[in-house]
């Protein structure tokens, strides 16, 4: 089986029996709510919870705390919550490995599905709730956090945005395996594959030459290029009938690894929704770990991603426009 596909069959299997207990465990929490029920202001509530239980860890840890995110959302489909909700669960895998040294279970991006609900991604952070648990129990932390109120007219966006404040907090708390330039590198080498087989779709495409390696890229440079690309990303799907979130970024000269991690995810998964548009028929593989890379050499596998992606949108954007699902 996929292992993309065995981890979303693990999480679908873990939620009634674990998710369950550790979602009761909590003070005042609402009965759970049958699949077909969840709601986005479900999905924040156990979001919120989840921030609160992180925080008791960080406070035993003496990590600085984190309030704010490097980037802000607007529209945000179900789809791009779950990815990072996937995102968060393999950081969260990470720390408890860091702080018990026990591995978990393999934790890399499930294979998209075509019409993720909130449910999805409520499962998600009640497995990855469970794993901080143990990471509470190793250390003697024994309180529960009161379960958050329902807040009514919830979007999918604030749970986005409310987990990317969460992921960035666990960023920090990673001190002793922390996410790398090599990390970013494997990350964006799978986004490149998802955009070469789209690419390779259309007839006639030209080869495109590898960029010139710059020396002295930082992970600034890269999070800022990867802004960029994001925006070519959108235009392709806007101009194919596609829903895409609006994103707007603060960067800054402190970005470390992690945040430009955390929106290569978003990159990756954007790309694997329309690899299953354009070509679901064509194998795609995550990336390997590549070794040791520097930000510059993200910079140039980046950059060569991007260049493929400004082809596509001018054929994308060019007379007769067509969907995705008319393109030979």
């Not at 007219?153 to 990317?164: G, R």
């Not at 470390?256 to 929106?263: A, F, I, Q, R, S």
Request: hydrophobic residues 40%.
């Amino acid at each position: 089986m996929n292992r993309y596909l065995g981890l979303f069959f693990l999480i679908l299997f873990l939620i009634p029996l674990k998710a369950f207990a550790s979602w009761q465990d909590h003070e005042n929490a609402p009965p759970l709510p049958a699949t077909e029920h969840i709601r986005p202001k479900h999905v924040y509530a156990l979001a919120s919870l989840l921030a609160e239980e992180i925080e008791s860890v960080r406070y035993l840890m003496g990590i600085t705390k984190i309030n704010d995110s490097l980037l802000q959302v607007v529209d945000a489909e179900p789809r791009e919550v779950y990815f990072q909700a996937v995102n968060l669960y393999g950081k969260i895998n990470r720390l408890h490995h860091n702080l018990t040294a026990r591995s978990l279970a393999d934790h890399d991006l499930p294979a998209i599905q075509q019409n993720i609900r909130p449910a999805d991604v409520w499962g998600v952070l009640a497995v990855t709730l469970d794993q901080l648990d143990e990471i509470k129990d190793e250390y003697g932390i024994s309180t529960h956090s009161p379960f958050p109120d329902l807040r009514e007219k919830i979007l999918p966006t604030d749970v986005y945005q409310s987990l990317l404040v969460t992921i960035r907090q666990t960023n920090q708390m990673l001190e002793e395996r922390p996410y790398t330039h090599s990390d970013v590198y494997q990350e964006i080498s799978t986004a490149l594959y998802c955009t070469l087989n789209i690419y390779n779709s259309f007839p006639g495409m030209p080869i495109q030459k590898q960029p010139v390696l710059q020396p002295g890229k930082t992970a600034t440079d890269v999070f800022i290029e990867l802004i960029y690309t994001y925006q070519t990303i959108r235009n392709i799907m806007r101009a194919s009938g596609l829903k895409t979130l609006e994103l707007s970024a603060t960067p800054s000269p402190n970005i470390k690894p992690g945040d430009v991690y955390d929106l290569a995810v978003l990159i990756t998964s954007e790309l694997k929704f329309l690899h299953s548009k354009v070509a679901s028929q064509k194998t795609l593989h995550d990336a390997a770990y590549p070794g040791i890379q520097f930000p510059s050499h993200v910079f140039q596998r980046l950059t060569y991603l991007h260049k493929h992606l400004h082809v596509i949108q001018e054929k994308m954007l060019k007379p007769p426009h067509r969907t995705w699902e008319q393109q030979p």
